[in-house]
């Protein structure tokens, strides 16, 4: 798949790392794959130590390193190119080795546009759009096809949104967010007065605002607020089918993972992680830095730093213990009840003591 | 965020609330807000206990009370509004303060209809509406933009659909029913036959049947009956990203929270609450009243009324016990252990009580 | 609701089905219902054993039972059709009672198709669909109103994508795949450098491959791989709202209930089944033929032919007897309590003894 667009040499490319090239700098790469499928023509990469013992065998003609993998002096026949983070170098090769291509700009014909809106430059609005009135789009924003954009949006210089996405009124996002199909965003929040009878909805009339570089994956939905808004920090990245409830505040650099759900009014701090299938509870704090694993829930407020698992969630040592020994509970149930016959045995036979005495 | 589009008294919102005034009855509100940021010109709210600190402190001009919450007599600056059930009443004032705009009605020239449809007073379809043949829509329908209604689609009056909403064939709805953006309704069951070899697909011929007042939220998808009717009972409020498996009944009244998910042939009473990311399984009965605890699993038919939790849920006393003892477990295995050694000390004593003897 | 679209007789019917008509040939059958509502008109089935007491019962005037049923000696009034495989043969009644309705070929006026397009015969392409570049749509190809295909994707055969569907560039499947609305497939995956400061997005440049056969329920996502192919082998179903991460690996005759979700670079074998809202997490094997139940979480390799459940995913049987276990864990603790006492007092009495001593 994975042949580059632009084909570059290993000493091109070990410069556009800022890396030590290592063999051939006029080597020529034309393709980026992993380690067990790349062939003599490929760059490959090892972004994690466990991944080591495979680059001593794999076809690849170059390959990707850090500095502390000791793969410098495994006498491999690859190029190498040695930088201190291959992950993060990995992001700028497919960077340079696939470069976006450039797409129309301006305004579909059949595109709807309503009154009052700003375009930037540069800006792209792709067919079957309907856009309301008083939108502002910034300097080079690109709208797929059939992305509905509600009155009073605001969207910041290069963000991209993906075909069928719909933001409802008045979505305010920063500048290179991506938003991708399906999505949703600025759904009436789940509010009800119910105390008696049949739930009365509550009008929601607050909105959703995004930071910078926020990236919203397929098919997940963010509400908006009751009253004021529900923000999603700068930098943070939430996947496929992710629920964000009404009024939630979530910080900058998150990563919510795959269908990771957060409930109304909870506010996460910097950097947390939700791992898939993750919940956090509403009205409670999470707090920056919290790791939370895969089928957890947060059902109370978390110190920041914490890494926690389980229902609810605990730290994770605790959980791990916890499931240890639960995984030995049947055996431990037997044994307490060999106690317990010892016991009685013992009482049987201290009665007849006694009886003797 | 929320200045009101229309100005109130205290005195005219509390009439409008058959509330009680205290304070100066000409005072106007100009926002609705929380406590902690609510201003000198806005109103704010304590629609539960645990707010009654803050509402001390709150720099709010106005507040609506309960009766019984104390705060008539603490003193307060703020001009009050004293009702039965503030919850209630917060849904009425944002009624009355944000009431929605008239949208334009008719059939947008881009829109798409079939033959032998009904159309109602003041209904209107969007632009790139996509409706089928023999379709009713109700007085005052809203089909937002993009909007796909079946063949055979029944909405009744005052119903609204947002944009990107898909209906498949001979979907029915009740009146004032709402569908937010992404919600598919009618899609086919999950439903095969695969005894021998690769899964047959099993045609599924029934519909959905949705009762008055049911809303449905964004991205959520609700599957037709294999042969008879899923049914969403009136009053029922389902969040996002919600499934709601072929053949199953929900009652009326129900909140079905964000992530929870119903298979198929499941029969729900009334007003069952599921939290998020909670599941019910296939071909079994919930109860009237049953409420589902987060993340938590039905696996059972459930007793009406029963609170519910854990995996499979059980009831909520029992799972707290239970979580509670596993937190002690790897205490409990050492304490064991320490009986276990105890024990094992009698035994040799004894033994050489024996051979002493 | 599900009256047949075309009559059949009894005859006619089991003769179709292969099977054993006892009773009257010529009695015409005008529906399918479930035993419950099915009247004299109709035909029911007995596809479980257990619902063999219901099918003595019911009002139907056919039924559809397995050779081992034991009803074919059970005195009912009803005709009956006698087959190897009840469940299989109800698959085919409806084929044959339900045919599809012919649909109208060819490309609307409004779609747009972009440069370079392959249309098979009597394709069909709905109302305000969008069609890239370079795509190739096998004979018989159906698309619903609002699909969005991106550039170079390949749809084979007799595939339905029914509307609001988004294939992002490059998507594959084989024949007789089946899309349902809201699916978005080929989306990017969720790949981030993130070991310093905020995630750095990875651009993901591989594809997703479908097999033939394959079916993605509404509100689905499957994500495109970093490098090379997310693939989805043929036979395998896939139910509303699950998730498929980049990279994903999924055998061939596999079902993934609704809300499952599989992070990335996970290798699934062939028909495994996730039941409701279970996952599977990245990096991993999950064996040919395992089982995971509903709620449960796969953390681990698998081996083939496993039935697992809890989270962390375990056999069955270990899941189950743990669940009981803990079930009476709070008991154990008082018994263990007492065991501690019942040591104290010998403890005391010995020391006592050694006093006296």
Redesign the interface.
């Known amino acids: ?2 042949e580059l667009q632009q084909t570059l040499t290993l000493g091109e490319l070990s410069d556009a790392l800022g890396g030590e090239c290592i063999g051939d700098a006029g080597f020529v790469i034309r393709g ?3 380690l067990a ?1 790349a062939g003599a023509d490929d760059l490959s990469f090892v972004t994690n130590p466990k991944y080591v013992a495979a680059a001593k065998t794999t076809q690849a003609g170059a390959l990707l390193i850090a500095k502390d993998s000791g793969l410098e002096s495994a006498g491999l026949n690859a190029g190498l190119i040695v930088v201190d ?1 291959p ?2 170098a ?2 700028r090769v ?2 340079l080795g ?1 470069p976006e291509s450039n797409r129309e700009t301006g305004v579909h014909p ?1 595109a ?1 546009v309503g009154k009052g809106c700003t375009m930037g430059a540069d800006t792209s609005v ?3 759009c ?1 856009v309301g009135d008083d939108v502002v789009l910034g300097d080079r924003v690109r709208l ?3 992305v ?1 954009v509600g009155d009073g949006c605001v969207l910041g210089a290069d963000s991209a949104i ?3 996405v ?1 933001l ?1 009124d008045r979505v305010v996002m920063g500048q290179r967010c ?1 938003v ?3 999505a ?1 965003i600025g ?2 929040g ?1 509010g ?12 929601q ?3 959703v605002v995004l930071g910078d ?1 926020v ?1 919203v ?5 963010i ?1 908006r ?1 009751m ?3 529900t923000v999603i920090g ?2 943070t ?1 939430i ?3 992710v ?1 964000v ?1 009404h009024n939630v505040v979530v910080g ?2 998150c ?1 919510l ?3 990771a ?1 957060i ?1 109304g009014s909870a506010v996460l701090g910097d950097r947390v992680v939700l791992a ?2 993750a ?1 956090v ?1 509403g009205h409670l704090e999470v707090g920056s830095g919290v790791q939370v694993a ?2 957890s ?1 947060v ?1 109370q407020t978390t110190t920041p730093g914490s890494i926690v698992a389980g ?2 969630a ?1 730290p994770i040592r ?1 959980w791990q ?10 055996e ?2 037997r ?2 009840r060999q ?2 016959r ?2 009685e045995v ?1 009482d049987v036979d201290s009665d007849q003591d006694a009886d003797s005495g």
Chains 1, 2, 3 share one sequence.
């Not at 009800?192 to 009008?203: E, M, N, Q, V």
């Not at 213990?321 to 049947?330: E, F, G, I, S, Y």
Request: glycine share 12%; proline share 5%; aromatic share 6%.
């Open positions: 798949m994975a980026v794959k992993p499928v983070d992950h993060l990995l992001a497919l960077e696939f059949t709807i792709g067919p079957y309907v797929g096809a059939r509905n993906y075909p069928g719909v409802y991506v991708h199909s399906g949703v759904s009436d789940f009800y007065a119910s105390a008696t009878g049949l739930p009365t909805k509550i009008r009339v607050g909105r570089d990236e994956g397929a098919n997940s939905a509400d607020a009253l004021e808004e700068s930098g990245k996947d496929n089918l629920q409830g900058e650099g990563l993972c795959g269908q759900g409930a898939g299938q919940g509870s895969a089928k829930a059902l229902i609810p605990r605790d213990r916890q499931d240890v020994a639960t995984k030995r509970l049947p431990l149930m044994r307490v106690l317990e010892a016991q013992k």
